[in-house]
């Protein structure tokens, strides 16, 4: 038996399996064959557009970019509450972006307006904050979709759709494309109709393929997510002359085949591209796509509905169709293996036939491919104005849903609606869910390989007054990580022990921080599962003493953002500084005004400088001062800014800066000007 001890820091390598606490037999792990699955998709989608999901950021500033990056790591925040592992981020909502791109503008939801630059890369820190989580990012874009409701459904269109191609940054294809563009109708109560880049141009293909290799290139992304955006709406008449011409070079297929073949040369070139990159790169991306549950009726419904080998036992034969009704033959990109995954969105009741068609057609579809099958479900839908699902109603879903050994998991429509409960039926369904993903568990593996070595993790412990920090150094045979915590001295039993972490081996090393009670002793048992599917024979166990030593933080520089101590009312007024923390705690700054007219700011996890905005009203302020308070969460230091006055239009040019000067040469003045 082997107890490591860890005081501060320590690098631990295991050169024996024999020396191990721990050894239990070596088996291969094939997930949908256990009752409890070892290997799920968990996801939940993250949408940009009109601001669903995420708001926009409120300008270019540090602190307006800041407050972004909170609001995203509150989203991973419920992630984790719920133990999901697939982050779908919508990254082109709107035939735009939100990463750097050269083709493509920036997205007016992300900064208001499109073009716009925010300031920083946000796909590229948010990539790097999932997979901190051990949580894959997948890439959601919308290929064709190049508006909202912008034209009118009926009669030409032209000038409306040239006005809102001018209000278009001109780094948009559209805009550079006017001809290139179809009209579809999504809600025809509206009267209006999106634009959609035309299917059927090689070049807007072309334009989409090289958006997809841009993103590869220059991000860690995990995979492309299409969801269910096609021909959606669009009338034969729009895509007539692209029709005619084909039929005048001998095209023999109907309008219909032609569409849908338009749909699955791109289909196929982007399975291709993203193929001939990973090999390229070295990287594993996937491409998925959800598209609507129903890919076709089946036979028994009159034409075109009804499809040899479709959907038999639907509601009605209307169903909304991906085949039928968007052009889009999923069922053949799963049969040719074009996509990796596939999410049809299944968003009816259990309790209606559609439900346990489509899921049990989907699972009978993989069977004899390659292609994963995941199952969109809407929590949504317990909203009243849905008249409300019944509590058991998502329950019953996963569970017909896990009753199928092709199903690897589902993915939730939207994150929001995890977020926050709209009624007590919606409370209580959650709460169940939270329940039944009760520890993490492993992705889905994208591919098997033969381990040569089965090494032990190399691991460095790190301990400060909040978190015992383990990173882990990249490991050629392993895949993954199980980590089992308990406090104290209890005993563990790696048969029913709840897994407490899952670590992904990648090409860096992988650092987490697991929040710690300073006091107290954690025993951490970490479990191997390696590139071949086999769990490793063996546990680790480490020991974590109570962390006893600690260094005070530090607080300098502090400072107002102003040269005159003087200020305009209707102002914000930026106050910064410089922390360090010798042991690494996560530090947090208070900003405590002098006046209860001003609130109080506090801002966590800080690091280096800092920054932060205050928003002056117009009203008369004397000698008001902010009190920066830092601690590290046992120690605390303070510093007090200069005081200011307010507004400005009180006094002279010449009395602000005698105000100044007094202060500068004097700051204990109390004097009171106005």
């Not at 796509?289 to 509601?315: D, H, K, N, R, T």
């Not at 932060?612 to 120690?635: A, C, H, Q």
Request: proline share 5%.
């Amino acid at each position: 038996m082997r107890i490591l001890n860890i005081g501060r820091k320590v690098l631990i390598a295991f050169l024996a399996v024999s020396v191990l606490l721990f050894v239990i037999p070596a088996k291969t792990v094939k997930g949908a064959e256990e009752e409890k699955r070892t290997f799920e998709f968990r996801g939940a989608w993250v949408a940009t557009v009109t601001n669903i999901d995420i708001g926009k950021q409120s300008g270019t500033s540090a602190a307006a970019i800041e407050a972004y990056k909170q609001e995203f790591l509150r989203i991973l925040d419920v992630f984790e509450e719920y133990n999901l592992n697939v982050v779908i981020f919508q990254v082109r909502p709107l035939n735009d972006a939100f990463y750097k791109s050269s083709i493509n503008p920036w997205s007016r939801f992300l900064t208001g307006t499109e073009g716009l630059d925010p300031g920083w890369d946000p796909m590229a820190w948010m990539i790097e904050e999932t997979h901190k989580r051990n949580m894959e990012f997948h890439a959601w874009m919308n290929p064709y979709r190049a508006s909202l409701e912008a034209v009118p459904i009926h009669g030409d269109y032209e000038a409306q759709k040239l006005a809102y191609l001018a209000t278009l940054d001109d780094k948009n294809f559209a805009k550079q494309n006017p001809d290139m563009l179809v009209r579809g109708v999504h809600d025809s109560s509206t009267g209006m109709a999106r634009l959609l880049l035309n299917p059927a141009r090689p070049e807007v293909r072309q334009h989409i393929l090289n958006t997809i290799s841009e993103v590869i290139h220059k991000y860690d992304v995990d995979a492309i997510h299409f969801d269910d955006y096609f021909y959606n709406g669009v009338d034969a008449s729009e895509d007539m002359a692209d029709y005619n011409q084909y039929k005048q070079a001998g095209g023999k297929l109907t309008h219909r085949d032609w569409r849908c073949e338009q749909v699955n040369i791109l289909i196929e070139g982007i399975h291709d591209l993203i193929e001939n990159l990973n090999d390229k790169l070295g990287k594993k991306v996937e491409f998925g796509i959800s598209p609507a549950g129903v890919w076709a009726p089946g036979p028994s419904c009159p034409a075109p509905y009804g499809q040899p080998g479709g959907m038999e036992g639907l509601q009605t034969c209307y169903s909304y169709s991906s085949y039928v009704d968007l052009y889009a033959d999923t069922r053949k990109w799963v049969r040719e293996e074009w996509i990796d995954y596939i999410l049809p969105q299944n968003y009816g009741s259990f309790y209606r036939p559609n439900h346990k068609v489509i899921t049990s057609w989907w699972a009978n579809e993989v069977k004899t491919t390659s292609v994963k099958l995941y199952i969109g479900l809407a929590p949504y839908q317990y909203n009243s104005y849905n008249d409300g699902w019944d509590i058991p109603d998502m329950s019953d879903q996963m569970d017909w849903g896990y009753s199928f050994d092709t199903v690897s998991g589902f993915s939730m429509y939207n994150i929001t609606n995890l977020r926050r409960s709209t009624n007590d039926k919606m409370r209580v369904a959650l709460n169940n869910l939270k329940t039944r993903w009760n520890e993490p568990v492993f992705l889905p593996m994208k591919e098997i390989k033969t381990v040569s070595a089965y090494n032990q993790p190399e691991i460095t412990i790190d301990r400060n007054n909040q978190f015992t920090t383990l990173t882990f150094a990249p490991n050629e045979g392993a895949y993954a990580y199980a980590v089992y915590r308990a406090k104290g001295s209890g005993t563990f039993n790696p048969a029913n022990a709840k897994i407490f972490d899952i670590v992904y081996n990648r090409d860096e090393p992988m650092r987490m921080e697991y929040a710690s009670e300073r006091d107290k002793t954690y025993q951490y048992y970490i479990r191997t599962l390696y590139a071949d599917g086999t769990f490793g024979d063996d546990i680790l166990h480490i020991t974590v003493d109570p962390y006893t030593y600690n260094a005070a933080p530090e607080l300098k520089n502090v400072s107002l953002g102003i040269s005159l101590l003087v200020v305009p009312g209707k102002t914000m007024l930026e106050i910064s500084g410089e922390v360090f923390d010798a042991d690494g705690d996560p530090l947090t700054v208070t900003i405590k005004p002098s006046t209860r007219i001003l609130s109080e700011q506090t801002l966590t996890n800080v690091t280096g400088e800092f920054v932060k905005e205050i928003y002056i009203p117009d009203l008369s302020f004397n000698r008001v001062y902010f009190t920066i308070t830092l601690s590290d969460g046992v120690e605390s230091v303070s510093v007090r800014t200069r005081p200011f006055y307010a507004p400005a239009s009180n006094y002279s040019l010449l009395e602000q800066h005698m105000i100044t000067m007094e202060i500068i040469t004097n700051d204990t003045v109390e004097r009171i000007y106005r």
